[in-house]
């Protein structure tokens, strides 16, 4: 499956229930991984703590979809240690350009300071990897990411392992076949990460009237 890579096939390794991962940034190769417990997101079950949804209130930050998906990706590989390599990361463009990968931004002013990206086949999200250079940002782009999924019809918002980071905000791990059996129903069913009319202030997102912020 690695030589003959393409869009199409990785989407279907992630119907198949795995994803990929290199050792590097130069990593020729692709390792495919199905983890014996599998790290999610219930939809229904964010945890939006009070100081998050302070930090979300104070309106100094600025959320928006899919406006700078190349930009995302490339800050969350660009740590010391990645397995986004670069034949990894260029395939995740295609996607993008296939309408089949999204991404949440979060600035701070002009600035990118956060951001979650993640792959989307029928009702299904595969959170990828999320980055974050203030306080909360990763955080708050999972929240709006939430939001966006609730609102599209999506099920299932996979986070691949499940961290303490994503345990503190609601996350749960699943063994393999509890995961497989979800993903299942989750690929065959609609969704739309563009719902029509859909909006959504720091108000709504945080559960309060309050709103200064917004994603388009």
Known sequence: MT???TPETLLRAYVMGVFPMADGRDD????????RHRGILPLDGFVMSRSLARRLRRGDLQVTADQDFEAVVEACANRPETWISRRIQSLYVSLHQLGHAHSIEVRQGPN???GVYGVVIGAAFFGESMFSTVTDASKIALAFAVHRLRAGGFSLFDTQFLTPHLQSLGGIALTRASYHALLGQAVTRPATFWPEGYSATTGAVSG???ASTHTS
Do not use: S
């Open 3 to 5: 030589d003959a890579l």
């Open 28 to 35: 020729p190769d692709i390792h495919w991984i199905d983890p």
């Open 112 to 114: 990118l300071v956060g």
């Open 208 to 210: 309060r009237t309050q």
